[in-house]
Every structure is written in structure tokens, then in C-alpha cells.
């Protein structure tokens, strides 16, 4: 532990003020902080990778700009949006078991723009997913 000794200006009498600081020097203060930037530099390293990842399986006109928030938030209405074309599968499935028709009508046959560019990112990567 070091103690400095200070002169801080005079006061209104003309008499100068001493005061002593003293100052903590512990080498092992700086192993926590390091390890704590390294801990939040991995952190970074970790959801970089990540939102690059979610970028690249996300179609490119659901994400706006490149920013976290814009990859996240197209992601978001990409998830969405595939979890209403699953609802709409399941139903028509359902549907199909329940009373089968003679062939599917001209509509059903044609898939909307997002319905296609979906199906294409679905197909062309194999999604893998841990158990955690």
C-alpha cells in the first residue's frame, strides 16, 4: 500500500492544506479485471458468431439492415412466418386424412413468393441442433 502526500491550494488564510491519499497497488486487483475482459470479449466473440449464423439462414429481404437488432428482429418474423406455413401444412394434412378430394384445387397449388423463398432456405441447409 503506497501513501502519497498532497498540497492542495491555500486556504482563505494564506495556510496551505496537507492531506495525505493513499492509494491501493495490489497486483492480483488486475487478474479479475482481466479475466473479466476476457470473459466479455469471449461473450462477444460468441454472439457475433452466432447472429452471422442466424443471418446466413434467414433470406436476405427479412433482414433490413445489418445491425444486431435488424438480424434479430428478422429472424423473429422469419420464425413466425415459418410456423404459420406449418400450421397451414398440419391443417391441410388434417383435412386431407379427414375427407380425401379428388386432387388439390388450382390455388393450393401455387405457393406465394415467401411460401417458395422459404422452402428453397429450408432445403438448402441442414439444420442441426443440440440438446441443450
Do not use: W
Not at 501513501?3 to 486556504?11: A, D, E, I, Q
Amino acid at each position: 500500500m503506497a501513501v502519497l502526500h498532497c498540497r492542495r491550494p491555500s486556504t482563505e488564510e494564506g495556510e496551505p492544506r496537507d492531506r495525505n491519499i493513499t492509494i491501493c497497488c495490489r497486483t492480483s486487483s488486475r487478474t479479475p479485471t482481466m479475466s473479466h475482459i476476457t470473459v466479455e470479449r469471449n461473450r462477444r466473440k460468441q454472439m457475433n458468431d452466432n447472429l452471422k449464423v442466424l443471418r446466413s439462414l434467414t433470406p436476405c429481404f427479412y433482414i433490413k439492415k445489418g445491425d444486431q437488432a435488424s438480424i434479430i428482429g428478422g429472424v423473429i418474423e422469419f420464425i413466425k412466418e415459418l410456423h404459420q406455413v406449418l400450421q397451414s401444412l398440419e391443417s391441410q394434412k388434417r383435412r386431407k386424412s379427414l375427407s380425401p378430394s379428388p386432387g388439390p384445387s388450382p390455388r393450393q397449388l401455387q405457393p406465394s413468393p415467401r411460401q417458395l423463398a422459404n422452402a428453397n432456405v429450408i432445403s438448402s441447409h441442414s439444420f442441426q441442433f443440440d440438446g441443450a
